[in-house]
């Protein structure tokens, strides 16, 4: 994020002031020192840290700083347009919320697909801004897509989680055990009380589509719009899908392949401006028209 940010800005041949999120400054500092190492000069590249209530709230309404590019949360990215607008009109571009859709067609290889569902929802804890959380899977395949999402590894594992819950005095209000009268690895619904620490973990949702037309509409029927994953073989309904979804990146028959060449950012309510690629240097550039009249010149 902070390379993101910092590298084309920089290459603009702007100034910048990086306010890192308050739970994560180490690196940010420790990228700083390293461009006082490589002979950046003082004052181009400067990191404040703070809590955004305070330092971020200052830098939005500065009236010396006429760029704010913030990745966050939708609810920050209003504040940090209103206090834009409040203050001297500055410039902004939000990447913000994604709730993307991963869409699974009936001929796509589900045992390669599987795995990067799965990643798609739990990499990184599940806290990643293009997570495709939201599993839409074509009807014939739905059913061996499940078994292939779960296994034996992972139910043991919750399993075990549930153990030490109990152990840890949290009280079994209902469920905690397996359910042995269905087959596959399955586990009744489960309800802890007096928890004094939740167990934190990312949350996928499978849903069940008939025709493209359907999943088009049901991918589109958020107010996000970063990122789609399209998983088929057929090129038609991948050209006619990447066509149709509302969001600003699409990876087809893979997942979370960036590259330095390829624009990222969103539509809608995941925001707008796009990190990397060309278009990110104009997020740090002015046009300015300059006319003068030439007189006596032999070419006029």
């Known amino acids: 994020m902070f390379a993101m940010k910092v590298g084309p800005?920089?290459?603009?041949?702007?100034?910048?002031?990086?306010?890192?999120?308050?739970?994560?400054?180490?690196?940010?500092?420790?990228?700083?020192?390293?461009?006082?190492?490589?002979?950046?000069?003082?004052?181009?590249?400067?990191?404040?840290?703070?809590?955004?209530?305070?330092?971020?709230?200052?830098?939005?309404?500065?009236?010396?700083?006429?760029?704010?590019?913030?990745?966050?949360?939708?609810?920050?990215?209003?504040?940090?347009?209103?206090?834009?607008?409040?203050?001297?009109?500055?410039?902004?571009?939000?990447?913000?919320?994604?709730?993307?859709?991963?869409?699974?067609?009936?001929?796509?290889?589900?045992?390669?697909i599987a795995s990067l569902a799965l990643q798609g929802t739990f990499i990184n804890k599940g806290e990643v801004c293009v997570a495709g959380s939201r599993v839409f899977v074509q009807q014939g395949i739905y059913d061996k897509f499940l078994i292939k999402l779960v296994d034996k590894n992972q139910y043991e594992r919750v399993l075990k989680f549930m153990e030490i819950g109990k152990k840890e005095g949290a009280t079994l209000l209902t469920g905690g055990g397996k359910l042995s009268n269905r087959k596959g690895y399955y586990i009744e619904p489960t309800i802890f009380t007096d928890v004094s620490e939740e167990i934190f973990g990312p949350v996928m949702s499978i849903l069940k589509f008939k025709t493209v037309e359907d999943v088009i509409k049901r991918a589109n029927a958020t107010k996000y719009g970063l990122a789609t994953c399209i998983m088929t073989n057929d090129l038609n309904i991948a050209n006619r899908v990447s066509r149709s979804i509302r969001a600003g990146d699409i990876w087809i028959n893979c997942f979370l392949d960036f590259d330095i060449d390829l624009p990222f950012g969103g539509y809608k309510m995941s925001g707008f401006g796009r990190e990397m690629g060309l278009e990110s240097l104009n997020m740090y550039l002015h046009v300015k028209s300059v006319a003068t009249p030439i007189y006596d010149s032999p070419w006029l």
């Open 9 to 112: 800005a920089l290459a603009a041949g702007c100034t910048m002031l990086v306010k890192p999120a308050e739970q994560t400054p180490l690196s940010a500092l420790y990228y700083a020192h390293l461009a006082k190492l490589a002979g950046l000069p003082d004052g181009v590249l400067n990191v404040v840290t703070g809590y955004g209530r305070t330092v971020g709230a200052a830098i939005t309404s500065h009236m010396d700083i006429y760029k704010v590019s913030f990745t966050g949360s939708t609810e920050v990215g209003r504040l940090v347009m209103q206090a834009a607008a409040l203050s001297n009109l500055k410039h902004v571009s939000l990447e913000l919320g994604g709730k993307s859709p991963f869409i699974v067609f009936y001929d796509a290889d589900i045992d390669k």
